[in-house]
């Protein structure tokens, strides 16, 4: 990686994760439960294939912006670390319906929001009549 790719993908994490850690500040983890985590997980799985399917397509971003903000932003503002931390502090205190939830609703709401945004991402691009692009 170049030194203008690496310094611009340092500067979106720091954003991605300065907001990631005030997300984590206003949303309190009552009786444990990582409302925080869940959050941004849930926000990153569906924002990062919106902006690679449809942001960069449509606005003719560069591949080191994309790059920035792909891997850089949104690298720092989702968290797979926290992810298992807190799943693993559910599991140890026997709080199974909690880590059931979590898991649960991390892994199938994330991924059910990433195919909900790719799809509106095509349908958008498909009605600019940019969906040739992505053929």
């Known amino acids: 990686m170049k030194i203008k790719e690496s310094l611009a993908v340092g500067i979106f994490a720091f954003f991605g994760g300065i907001l990631r850690y005030a997300i984590g500040l206003g949303l309190h983890q009552a009786a444990g439960f990582p409302y925080g985590t869940l959050c941004v997980n849930l926000i990153g799985a569906f924002c990062l294939p919106f902006l690679m399917r449809y942001i960069v397509v449509r606005y003719q971003i560069s591949d080191t912006l994309a790059l920035a903000m792909g891997t850089g932003f949104f690298g720092a503002f989702t968290t797979f670390s926290s992810f298992s931390v807190d799943?693993?502090?559910l599991l140890v205190a026997n709080q199974w319906w909690p880590f059931s939830l979590y898991i649960g609703?991390?892994?199938?709401?994330?991924v059910c929001l990433s195919l909900v945004a790719d799809y509106w991402a095509v349908w958008?691009?498909?009605?600019?009549?940019k969906s040739q692009v992505l053929k």
């Open 105 to 110: 609703i991390s892994l199938i709401g994330g």
């Open 124 to 129: 958008l691009l498909d009605r600019q009549g």
């Open 87 to 89: 799943a693993l502090k």
